[in-house]
């Protein structure tokens, strides 16, 4: 995925001026930096949600997950993945097979009925993870998607996440605010600052994920230089 002379501003706030930034097929690019510089603009922008100018060279379709479940209450878990890929997945049969596929990769198969509203958050963010995932997207962007939950739970839903990426290797970009799960999840760390908005931190993580440790040399290291870059 590769942003090429981006170009955006709200009124007279400028956020990005001929922006650049290549993202490598089929890693984790975690993106941080202070709320509001302009992280989740990014996103809106790769999805094709907010206008701009420049250039965004995507292969394939995108699909994404944000910090909020967003599930619609009148539709059943099943009936919430079938809506979001029927256009996409047009075979009923088929389509039904994957859903019941995805579920039972992150323990849910058991909820295929179940309405948003009997759903503990930690399930109804499953069930956004298990969209992000049948969607048919060579690249998945991910708002915070482990926003607010407590440390046990964000552990359980991170494991979950690399699960679901090691047998389908999407190119992801990660908006997180929580450094840890950007030192345990992410391949290549970059830091957004300024105005318009230049990196002012970009390294990768030649690490395994399943070998990572935070207190490992290595990752505290680069913990303790990413925290005075934040702290600024």
């Known amino acids: 995925m590769r942003i090429i002379n981006l170009n955006k501003s709200y009124g007279d706030k400028n956020i990005f001026e001929n922006f650049n930034l290549e993202c490598e097929k ?6 941080m ?3 509001g510089i302009g992280k989740t603009t990014l996103l809106k922008i790769i999805a094709g949600l907010i206008d701009y ?9 995108i699909s994404y997950v944000f910090g909020e479940a ?31 596929d995805i579920l039972e990769q992150v323990e849910l198969k058991g909820e295929i009925n179940s309405y948003p509203q009997n759903l503990s ?12 995932f049948l969607y048919p997207s060579k690249l998945l962007i991910m708002d915070e998607p482990f926003r607010g939950l407590d440390t046990a739970l964000k552990s ?31 391949d290549r760390i970059i830091v957004f600052d300024n105005r318009p908005v230049d990196i002012t931190f970009d390294e990768v993580i030649d690490i395994s994920q399943d070998e990572r440790a935070l207190s490992s040399k290595e990752i505290s290291s680069l913990a303790d230089r990413l925290l005075k870059i934040l702290q600024s």
Do not use: W
């Not at 494991?159 to 950007?182: C, G, M, P, Q």
């Open 33 to 35: 930096g202070r709320s």
């Open 26 to 31: 089929g890693k984790i690019t975690a993106i």
């Open 156 to 186: 359980k839903l991170e494991r979950y996440f690399l699960k679901l990426l090691s047998k389908d290797n999407k190119t992801v970009i990660l908006i997180t605010h929580d450094l840890n799960e950007a030192l345990l999840l992410a």
């Open 70 to 100: 967003s599930l619609i209450p009148s539709l059943t878990v099943k009936q919430n993945l079938s809506y979001a890929v029927s256009h996409v997945i047009k075979d009923k049969v088929e389509r039904e097979k994957a859903i019941i």
């Open 121 to 132: 958050t930690g399930m109804a963010q499953r069930v956004a993870l298990a969209r992000g």
């Open 53 to 61: 100018d420049g250039k965004i060279e995507c292969d394939g379709n």
